[in-house]
């Protein structure tokens, strides 16, 4: 179906690759990509050449963290239930790869090599992929049609189709029909998204699994061994959470936190940790006469009743939620929200600026009650004022926040049992 499309985007694929190239030099992002990706997929062989070609092989490609972090409880089922699986996992993004590039259970993470025809040749001949995992978005239509070719099954796991995304356009409508019928199974989030794809694109193949993002909150709410050594100067105390907070978020929080009658304890877990970004915040704390500990000195003489906690390393934020009374996501006065449900897992209201409507997730959990949107500070002081004094308040939207997630677990099974009938 639509065939047309995908055969004109190999033909001008070269013209809008060979400008990139060209044009690159003036801008730093095109730049790294194009030089991260360098001798790439010749590593990748030399990697991997010793793996037995008899073996099953699951490819997993993820855009980013987020997506790779709703690949990670399949990951994980599906080697407890056949642990001679071999498992390649693919990003588009630095950061996602940097993340996650020492992934244990995957035999090669790598960058996915410009979507060039004879870069999907080598590539998939390379990893002689059995199964194709693409999470939730980000198609290269060449590496799907060799991988297609090839004999592996496609299935796009996690899929949405947002009312305004560009699927819809009436210019690019048919290829992305041509791209979704590629796929043999796709497993949605929600049911309006499987309706979407079955009427708008006819992919009869569709069937709503939810987001395997909840079960995957879970998996790691169970494992806080990162923060042993902070627990024990929260314990019996009402604590503020702030994660993944930017300039924005700090400058509101900071200041409705200061005006709080009864304040809570607070830790505060900047979005980035670089140097340029901790000087900022750290004078900005001097500058309000806050006292504060960086969790890379803190001792015994911290004391949460008078000083801030600072996170100025990464790989603790989503441990601190455990211990969280209430949870501040930054995020929403930039470009969307982080990621709502990893504190909500843990049962503590959650709280967030206005731009979340790209997270179907914190949509719901707003919907539902287990979430506050703030505007301003005056907004965000009545709340944080209401989560800390009123106690029945806060407990209740924490319940609220906790069955929100436990109810919508089950996504990874569906699609793990899929895979595994493929076997």
């Not at 025809?117 to 693409?134: C, E, G, Q, T």
Request: aromatic residues 12%; glycine residues 4%; positive net charge.
């Amino acid at each position: 179906m639509h065939s047309f499309s995908l055969f004109a985007y190999s033909l001008l694929f070269p013209f809008f690759h060979g400008t990139a190239k060209l044009i690159r030099p003036f801008f730093p992002k095109l730049q790294t990509f194009f030089n991260v990706r360098k001798g790439g997929i010749d590593e990748l062989e030399k990697k991997i050449s010793h793996l037995p070609s008899s073996a099953f092989r699951v490819w997993i490609h993820a855009a980013s963290v987020g997506e790779f972090e709703q690949a990670r409880p399949i990951i994980a089922l599906l080697k407890e239930k056949r642990p001679d699986i071999i498992f390649f996992v693919s990003f588009l993004s630095d950061s996602g790869y940097n993340a996650r590039k020492n992934f244990p259970d995957a035999a090669a993470v790598f960058y996915l090599p410009v979507d060039s025809r004879s870069n999907a040749k080598k590539l998939v001949a390379i990893l002689k992929p059995h199964i194709l995992l693409l999470m939730r978005y980000d198609f290269w239509p060449n590496h799907l049609l060799e991988a297609k070719k090839y004999g592996a099954k496609l299935i796009l796991a996690a899929a949405v189709l947002q009312e305004n995304a560009q699927y819809f356009k009436p210019v690019i409508k048919g290829f992305y029909t041509s791209i979704f019928h590629l796929f043999d199974h796709i497993y949605t989030i929600a049911a309006k998204d499987t309706l979407a794809f079955r009427e708008i694109f006819m992919c009869k193949q569709t069937e709503t699994a939810g987001d395997p993002r909840f079960d995957q909150v879970i998996l790691r709410s169970k494992n806080p061994g990162r923060i042993a050594h902070i627990k024990p100067f929260f314990e019996n105390k009402t604590v503020l959470v702030a994660g993944s907070v930017w300039d924005k978020d700090c400058t509101l929080l900071l200041s409705a936190w200061q005006e709080l009658a009864v304040q809570p304890s607070l830790i505060l877990v900047p979005h980035e940790v670089h140097t340029d970004n901790m000087a900022r915040l750290t004078r900005d704390l001097q500058q309000r006469s806050i006292a504060f500990v960086k969790v890379s000195a803190i001792n015994e003489k911290f004391d949460p009743e008078r000083e801030v906690l600072v996170i100025d390393q990464t790989g603790y934020l989503v441990e601190l939620y455990a211990i969280a009374s209430i949870a501040y996501v930054g995020g929403g006065f930039g470009v969307n929200v982080h990621n709502t449900l990893e504190p909500a897992v843990y049962g503590i209201p959650v709280v967030f600026g206005p731009r979340y409507h790209n997270s179907p997730e914190a949509e719901e959990l707003v919907s539902a009650g287990g979430a506050i949107v703030i505007h301003d500070q005056a907004t965000l002081s009545v709340a944080l004022n209401e989560m800390v004094t009123n106690t029945s308040e806060r407990e209740k939207r924490g319940r609220v926040a906790a069955s929100f997630v436990k109810e919508r677990t089950g996504a990874t099974a569906i699609i793990a049992d899929s895979i595994m009938n493929l076997l």
